[in-house]
């Protein structure tokens, strides 16, 4: 992302520029044509489809006490409305955080263009990354996903949710396809352009197929497991960005991020090859939401594991970039120093003769000057 200047000058209306520096302004105006629109009775059921989630089951709690319920949901296509909804909210709450926050950062740090892009993007992803680590590990708890990791494929597929799981990855996908809107607010490079896109596509693409292949539940685990390493990495480059000699968060990072490639992998393997694998059911059924077959089984598969083997060769060609920089710079602190002890030796070649003896030239010494004036 490019450096964003303000100018006094007011831009035509609806021009490039005014749109990039009013974009916050316009959207919010947007999204509070749908909240206005629930307080008309002629427009409320067409709003309510955009604010709240939708397809809500309510099924009683146990058959013995038929008169406790509990509101569960499924997906359909009125879900696009919603995502769309809230991927407005999330283009305001960006702008919030760029302006009250990363911005006042900005001015005090005096970053350069590349510090400050990075800033930017590792500050905003931050703060996504923790709420969202944060909030999936609330759920995994209250529903024990943790203490029972069986739930992953048990009762498959997981067709009806609970609104704190539905209502996660609706936000989920709203802030992904929000990243593209924010390419143009931004005025991100061209060259970072593609790297980009691939980089929410791979989001989106994971995201939404867990959302819509009934795997809700491996996807929160694998999510969460993620977003914690990002958060981690990007804090850390946060934190380097203050002080460049702080690079202990990049070890740690290092190593939780192997690790959570073969946690990837093996809740992968153990779910797909192993818990859907034995199920009785495995008849591809689009009414009741069943796609335990070996064909999608081995697609997911392959796809998980294709991302993990793309992402630990990135993490690899990040590495050894550091080693070499690291190495580079070695030679040059040495040879500093090295030019360093020279000059104040040579100071004291100046002052006391070669190599800290006194030099026997007779004209500059105390001696010679003495016999001189007698």
Known sequence: MAIRKKSNKNPPVLS???????????????????????????????????????YNVTIPVTDEQSAETISLYHYGIKDLATIFFYMLVAIIIHAIIQEYV?????????????????????????????????WGTSILVSENYISDPTSLWRDYPHTLIPF???????????????????????????????????????????????????????????????????????????????????????????????????????????????????????????????????????SVLASICMTQAFMMWKFINFQLRRWREHSSSQPQSVKKKFVTAKGKTSRRERENGINGTVTSNGADSPRSRKDKSS
Not at 110 to 126: C, D, I, R
Not at 197 to 203: E, K, N, P, R, T
Not at 282 to 297: E, K
Request: glycine share 4%; charged share 15%.
């Open 164 to 298: 704190q799981m539905k209502f996660f990855y609706i936000l989920q996908l709203a802030y992904w396809f929000h990243a593209f809107p924010e390419l143009y607010f931004q005025k991100t490079k061209k060259e970072d352009i593609f790297r980009q896109i691939v980089y929410i596509g791979l989001y989106l693409f994971h995201i939404a197929g867990a959302y819509l292949l009934k795997l809700t539940h491996l996807g929160l685990v694998l999510l969460v497991l993620h977003y914690f390493v990002e958060f981690l990495f990007h804090i850390s480059r946060l934190f380097y960005f203050s002080d460049e000699r702080y690079q202990k968060g990049f070890s740690l990072w290092a190593v939780l991020f192997v690790l959570g490639r073969l946690l990837t992998l093996i809740l992968s393997v153990l779910t797909f090859g192993f818990g859907l694998a034995r199920a009785e059911d495995q008849q591809l059924n689009f009414s009741t939401g069943n796609f335990n077959i070996l064909a999608v089984r081995i």
């Open 16 to 54: 490039h520029e005014f749109i990039v520096q009013n974009h916050a302004d316009i959207v919010s105006c947007m999204a509070m044509i749908f909240l206005l629109g629930l307080m008309f009775e002629i427009t409320a059921k067409a709003a309510v489809i955009f604010v709240t989630l939708q």
């Open 102 to 134: 990363l911005d006042k950062i900005n001015r005090k740090m005096h970053f350069s263009k590349t510090k400050h892009s990075k800033f930017n993007e590792s500050g905003q992803l931050s703060a996504f990354y923790l709420f969202s680590c944060v």
